[in-house]
């Protein structure tokens, strides 16, 4: 099936950065699965030690996004109380709407 | 399910190749051992070898021949100095002989003044040892006058004879040549021809004994032997003299030609050394030497290199079946997995008057993981039955326990007729109360069979398609916060009537979830695939099974199909 061979292995690569207010950016690039959710996990462990006041996903670049990639940033939600989403391509927005996350993750206004 | 398998297989290969290399150790045979015993060069070093004595050989040999050819030449040179030494040595044996020749005709051959000319010239460590004025016309051949020794000639008229009388047309220097007798000699003459009563002059020397001389050794030809010939002839006979003590000289020579007289000198020289200096005699030597030492060196190096890569390759392939064990024991892992997964699922689902039921579930197509989907349905009395379908997050053993645990704590909230918002609620509270890193979701359907009423409640699951005839759509649902996010999440009911006949799937996203692509597509493909053709509910079940998984599938899926059967 044509239609199915995107469901191959990707890879994601996770970029830190400080937001101009200070808050701490995780820039995730490519795809965040359940092979890759793990790595992320453990970055997100490190920064939400340090008990930031808030912490920002930068999606622009995230191609896709599975529901244990999403269980990740709940959980940091559930750490940190100012957690947003910036710039989720369509694709991951439609993921977290129909999870019923948006109030949970919202998106950067 | 990548990563976790790689990083197993990383833990788990150096542990194997430890053992691996202990039991090689123990084997035996085992080639570290067998090298130290005796050395095997490899085939790349022995080629490096051969080639490098070749190249080596090939630039001794070159350096010989430019060296031999540079000797030659040197020595082409050196016999042409001492050609020309000899040249000037010439006129000292000529002129004196020629004056005096002069004087005797004009003073009629008087023996008194010939003595008185030639006595500077005749005795010992002189031009010459003898030295005799022989009038030619006279009746017999006799020397009127004799200076130093008596001239050997004298004892020989037949050959006085014939010498004068061929010296006396001669203008020149005449070399009687080599008087063989005990005592060899050297005769040369000088006459003025064409005078009426002619004179000749005549003088001899002895050739050294057995016509040997050494050359003083701060001489400017010390380096080279010589032997010096009367006339153009090298033979035995004509030798004058030589410093050789083995004759005739050998090897490498150089000959000149000095004109003497009516005769020649041939001069032969060979070099008693190296003309162009000993380090240019040993450069092909030394050129071999550092070759072949070089050679050996390259050719060690090669051999170290080759027994490198050999001994790579073996641990390249000693990982290659390391990693091939890992496979097969994650292969057997995973199907302990799947075991577990199957386990934990209904065996049969329960039969329900006037609602047929049929489910599948799709296992991840790799890796060891088994997934978080599962179902339910169970009766809630009252003639209404409870379907439950979820999606753990995550993969392997503790997606599968939680799958479990939820499992069982929405059959008991079911079995006290819990509404299905309740049920989420519920649900919700109990899995916080763990410390977790999960989410799930979760939709929760409560089927009246009879009233053919629907009343649906869901924790950020997919929306279940509801297909009526050719047409299909999915269930609006209001949608709440996944099980897991929050301890008191709430759940809205969504209550819809069900026409006759009517066929609900809920799924897991496993079904339309692919990568770079909205789920709307997904749901959209789904859709159709489910109303392209009318089919038992057992058979739509396996078609969207079948058509929508792939081998290549990363997530598991589980399908849930509910039909009316009036």
Known sequence: ?109 | MGKAPEAKTASASPQNLGGRAAAEGAGPSATPAGSARRFRPSRAAGVAFLLGLIVTAAFALTSLGLYEHNESHLLRLRAREVGSVLTAVVPSVQTPLASAAELADATGGSPQKFRVFMAPYVGPGRQFASASLWPLRASKLVPTAVLGTAPFLASLPAQAHAFFAHAEKSPRLNVLGILSSAHPSLGFEFATPGVAHGFAVYAENPLPKNRRSSLASNSAFSDLNYALYLGHSQSHGALLVTNVQHFPLTGRHASTVVPFGDSAFTVVVTPNGSLSGTFFANLPWIIAVVGVLVTLAAALMTDRLQRRRVHAEQLAGALDRVATENRRMYTQQRSIAQTLQHALLPDALPQFRGLEVSARYVPAASGIDIGGDWYDIVDAGAGQVLLLIGDVSGHGLPAATTMASLRHAAQAYAAQEYRPATVLAKLSSFVDSTPHSYLETALCALIDVDAHRLTLASAGHLPPLLITGNDGHFVEVDVGAAIGVTSDAQYQETTIGVPPNATLVAFTDGLVERRGEILDIGLARLRDTATSQRLTLEDLVAKLARDLTSEHHRDDTAIVGIQWQN
């Open chain 1, 1 to 109: 099936m044509a239609e199915l061979d995107s469901d191959r292995p990707g890879e994601l690569v996770i970029d830190t950065a400080l937001d101009p207010t200070g808050a701490p950016i995780l820039i995730l690039s490519g795809e965040l699965d359940i092979a890759s959710a793990g790595a992320l996990e453990a970055t997100v462990a490190s920064i939400t030690a340090k008990n930031p006041e808030q912490l920002i996903f930068d999606l622009s670049r995230l191609r896709f996004m599975d529901s244990a990639g999403i269980a990740v940033l709940v959980d940091a939600a559930r750490k940190v109380n100012g957690v947003h989403l910036r710039d989720p391509s369509p694709i991951v927005r439609r993921v977290v709407e129909l999870m019923g996350l948006s109030s949970v993750l919202p998106i950067e206004s």
